[in-house]
């Protein structure tokens, strides 16, 4: 069931919602009266190894090439002003 709190009772008790939302609580956050959030339990899996997630977007940078990069010199990379 979810119940609905004011973004000013949210900030205030943000520790204690958190705490409630691995025992199944939902939180509706509102605003002026209106919904704008909703703090819920997470029910999908873990995130990935940060690591592995790491190595394989160092891996897709690899097969890309840069594209439409202006040809450069050593000078044009130092701010001379």
Known sequence: MAIA???DDADRTFSGL?????DGHT????RQGRAVAALA???E???AD????FREFLGELERRPAQNLPKLT???MH???
């Not at 940060?50 to 997630?53: D, I, M, N, S, V």
């Open 27 to 30: 939180d509706i956050v509102t």
């Open 50 to 53: 940060p690591k592995a997630a």
């Open 74 to 76: 050593r000078d044009d």
């Open 18 to 22: 958190l705490r409630g939302a691995p």
């Open 5 to 7: 709190v004011s973004a």
């Open 79 to 81: 701010d001379r002003a």
């Open 45 to 47: 899996t873990p995130l």
């Open 41 to 43: 339990p997470v029910t």
